[in-house]
């Protein structure tokens, strides 16, 4: 049975999706609908930089205030936003470029917030569940903002849509303020101490680690005036990189995006130019294709739930199989001809379905073992210890999206597909050097689901 925990998380991140989807799907679209060049479309993506960038305040929001604190004051923020925005039309683009950053600013700030929630609040046999909640309701704002939003443009002024969000954030003011305690309770905690019971001498040297690095904590807060701000930003940075794992997925998460990512950023784009109709285009990569994502995030996570494989032999898997999908769609591209216009499109259209499809199923497990590697560092630094993960999982995954379509400008779609295939391939071999604690952990959470 789904926990209110996990209703109510799910709700937040629905909310944290709309203006990614906004950004993604419709406002690219739109522009190059009416004639602005892959370039422009691509560095408009720059106005995520907040995203890329969050790490730096996570601290904080973890030793400021409570995260409850931060959630409702950030979605005001949005509210404001949003009522700005709703007099700013798309063809004011410094006004609506300076609006989205906001958005983007605020929604980064809140993503923290509710992050350090999320490892607070579940327990270890609700992280598979957890993160469904996560990536699925993302995924259904960003469908809402994107999709959504796209098909109600026929039907309401850009005011009245900006008003809508408006609506839906004062919704989310008022609900964290109703259900969210300002002191949530650890619930992992209790699980912390199990695990140690089960691991053995692993797992004893991890609560070692946490029960002193605890005290060393107390430590800095009571000397904590005579410190500066800037070293004590350095301490928490170094108590974030000390649980084991954490370097390896921190190169996993820059990398095992960028060729999937890039793909799936284009493919609208050459399916419009190639003179498909944009309400095509965006019902199959928007709303179909999301539709088909967030079912492989629901599949992804019920297996990791009820199945014995390991999490990462699967990622493996799936990683080989989204190269060869990319193998197929370059050949597709590069054999494109108008005469035979709608096959191509299908086919097109079908192998993205496919990647997102596995795209949903990898997310949710990364996530699974980022926030499996977050619960294993001190109480005051796991909010920031995931938001740096995260961050750069958003890093890795839109840096190289703003400059794809400057790519494809200078060459072909058929080049940049070459390279996205190439760079899907590379995270192939870096399995083989994935620590032995993430295998364990997997396996753990396996065994205490049965």
Known sequence: MISQNITFLAFLYFVQGLPYGLQTWFLPVYFRSRGMSLSNVGFFKLLLTPWMCKALWAPFVDRFATKKSWLIWSMVGLILACVSGSFSGPD???QLAAILFLFNLLT????????????????????????????VGYKIGAVVGGGLLTWLSDYLNWMMLFQCLAAVYVFAVFAAWKFIPSNPHHSHEVNQVIDSEISGEMSH?????????????????????????????????????????????????????????????????????????????????????????????????VIMSRCGQSTLGLLKTLSIIRTIVLVVLCVLISMWSSIY?????????????????????????????MMECSQRAPVSVQ????????????LGKLTFSVVTGWITDMTSYSSVFVLFTCLSGAIIPVFRYAPSILVQSTSHRRNKSR
């Open 205 to 301: 040297k991890t609560n070692t680690f946490d029960t002193d690095n605890e005290h060393s904590v107390r430590q800095r807060s009571g000397n904590s005036e005579g410190k500066s701000v800037f070293l004590l930003i350095i301490d928490h940075f170094k108590l974030m990189l000390m649980p084991e794992g954490t370097t390896w997925i921190a190169v996993y998460v820059l990398m095992y995006k960028l060729g999937e990512k890039g793909s799936l950023s284009m493919i609208p784009l050459f399916l419009l130019d190639q003179g498909l109709p944009p309400s095509m285009v965006g019902l199959w990569t928007g709303m179909m294709g999301q539709v088909i994502s967030i079912f492989g995030s629901v599949l992804g996570g």
């Open 383 to 394: 909010a920031s210890h995931y938001t740096t993960l995260a961050t750069l999982e958003v």
């Open 341 to 369: 216009q709608t096959p191509f499109a299908a086919a097109v259209i079908a192998l993205m379905l496919i990647m997102l499809l596995i795209s949903g199923y990898i997310t949710t497990a990364t996530f699974t073992l």
């Open 92 to 94: 004011f683009l410094s």
């Open 108 to 135: 980064s700030t809140q993503d923290i917030a509710v992050d350090g929630l999320a490892i607070q609040i579940l327990s270890s046999s609700e992280l598979a569940h957890g993160n469904i909640a996560q990536v």
